[in-house]
């Protein structure tokens, strides 16, 4: 049964991004030909609470082929990115939106689905996640809302749509879903029929890949308060089974308080070692697993008490980015409350601005100092004086070390002879 002239339940004004320029282009192109069209997911999600909307995802009952034909024939650009599940990617003013054909899970083995289309609202938003992801809305603000999405979302409940083991094991990655929306949405509790699915597949979740796991961990420890869901989820077993590394949650609940919600400062403060080689199981960019490792263990011990010449000679080898990092996390372990210090030594490396030594290697070859060995441990050794004096020392105060180190070369060349 089509049911796409089932009635609203509210009207709300849709957020600008779905309703500027780009997104009328593409809304214009997949409805030339009398199609209906829906926003469906989080943006509608979003909008409902008033939230930005950055990813704008539409359906539609016509076939993804369909779709790309009409795309092109507004001229805008379409990618076949899912065509096999039914998901197509305009293009327009160089923003993506996700179209994607209304459909029905076929089968299911708890990663990847094998779907059928459909012209049928309901029946596709019955197979999706929650009950707040499963409402829609049309380009001029009806709001379509099976299953009590928004009543769910005022009151902070996080509920499946329909059986909740059924859902889980359409994709298991769904259990961790649930928890990254209970921290973000969720008030008053988890929803019981919830967590007993979620416990219950938790000896499943090693079926996911590492990049999935991943990618919804590192969400989840991005939201402002992520402690109370990550000590739900090791009491029933679920944070054991993707993330064994967790250690105590003393550290990441006091950096959880002090922090710019950096997802990996604060995996860093959960498990507290074995940075690198975490970093690697989870397959993180290079980038990512240096800067873990640098943070689990801390790259260095940092004293409350340190002055403000052993923060700028701290600055000038480790850099402010990694120093706020090792800042934020010693603040969280400490016991002795003393805040005004980390905060001072926060401000030194937020206002840091890298000095440059006043000489480089051309300055030690005009001396008469050949290319090689020579010229580098004279600037070391001139590197070394000037940082010993809190980088105060000019150009002309650091080319006479230069010359006197220069001068000594020399002199032990001559008694080498």
């Known amino acids: 049964m089509n049911t796409a002239h089932e009635a609203p339940v509210a009207r709300i004004t849709p957020a600008p991004s779905m309703t500027d320029d780009a997104a009328q282009a593409v809304i214009a192109a997949l409805t ?55 998901t197509v990617t305009a293009v327009a003013d160089g923003r993506p939106f996700e179209i994607t054909t209304l459909r029905l899970d076929v089968a299911t083995d708890g990663r990847h689905a094998e779907v059928a289309f459909t012209d049928d609202w309901r029946a596709d938003a019955a197979r999706r996640d929650f009950t707040f992801n499963a409402m829609s809305l049309s380009p001029r603000g009806d709001l379509y809302d099976y299953f009590g999405g928004r009543d769910d979302l005022e009151a902070g409940r996080v509920r499946f749509v329909g059986d909740a083991p059924r859902r889980i094991a359409e994709d298991y990655l769904r259990v961790l879903r649930y928890f990254r929306f209970l921290a973000r949405f969720g008030h008053g509790g988890p929803d019981p029929e919830a967590l007993q699915a979620c416990a219950a597949a938790a000896g499943s979740l090693g079926r996911l890949s590492v990049e999935r796991v991943r990618m919804e961990l590192m969400k989840l420890l991005a939201t402002p308060a992520p402690v109370p869901t990550l000590q739900v989820m090791a009491e029933i077993g679920v944070l054991p089974a993707v993330l064994p590394e967790a250690g105590p949650f003393t550290t990441l609940l006091a950096l959880c308080g002090i922090d710019d919600r950096d997802a990996l400062r604060r995996l860093a403060a959960l498990v507290g070692s074995g940075g690198e080689a975490l970093g690697r199981r989870l397959k993180m960019a290079n980038l990512e697993i240096a800067r873990l490792a640098r943070l689990a263990p801390p790259a260095r011990t940092l004293e409350a008490g340190m002055d403000t010449s052993a923060q700028r000679q701290l600055l000038y080898e480790l850099g402010p980015d990694l120093l706020r990092d090792l800042v934020l996390l010693a603040w969280a372990g400490d016991r002795e409350n003393r805040a005004d210090r980390w905060r001072a030594m926060l401000e030194t490396a937020n206002t840091w601005e890298a000095p440059k030594l006043p000489v480089r290697g051309a300055d030690i070859t005009a001396m008469g100092v050949p290319v090689g060995p020579q010229v580098g441990r004279i600037v070391a050794g001139v590197e070394a004086w000037w940082r010993g004096r809190d980088f105060r020392p000019d150009r002309q105060a650091c080319l006479d070390v230069a010359r006197s180190l220069a001068d000594g070369e020399a002199g032990s060349d001559d008694a080498d002879q």
């Open 32 to 86: 030339a030909d009398g199609a209906e069209v829906r926003f469906v997911g989080g943006c509608v999600r979003d909008a409902l609470r008033g939230d930005a909307v950055n990813d704008v995802d539409l359906a539609t009952p016509d076939a993804p082929e369909t779709v790309l034909a009409l795309l092109a024939r507004a001229g805008l650009k379409g990618v076949p990115t899912g065509i096999e599940h039914g």
